[in-house]
């Protein structure tokens, strides 16, 4: 059976996006909608520092392209680290040397995934990431 994003039931979730490609943030916003998600879309990495510092509660999930304008998504991803540890950083990018990905996991991410990223792939993330935490905060 094939997964798809209404059965993943994502209401509730705040999942953040920091992503200075209009295509590539069209294409994350279209395959999140229908989840019952909350989506919120930063074009450049000093948009997405300045509403961390504002303390803007619940993120479930972060959607982070490697080469952002203003501060990168390395520096975005060790910053967003020193206050939140536990929160799930798919690093997002292009850029597909051995070097460019030990730098994201050094920073802490959770994956390293390659563009371009089909429907599926963000899909089985989703449910890694978002759906199994559902299970356990409703048994645990």
Partial sequence: MALNINDLHLTGKNIVIV????PSIRYYETLL????A???IFRNGKEFIDYLKQ??????LVF???LIPLINGIECL???????KNIPVLMLTAYSSE??????YLAGCNEYV???IYPEKIFFLLEKYLRHEVATSITG
């Fill in 99 to 104: 070097q460019c990905k030990t730098e994201a």
């Fill in 114 to 116: 390659l563009k371009p």
């Fill in 78 to 84: 060790r910053i967003f680290r020193k206050e939140r």
């Fill in 64 to 66: 982070m392209d490697f």
């Fill in 19 to 22: 992503e200075d490609d209009m």
């Fill in 38 to 40: 909350g989506v919120k």
């Fill in 55 to 60: 303390d803007p509660g619940q993120i479930d």
């Fill in 33 to 36: 909608k229908s989840s019952g």
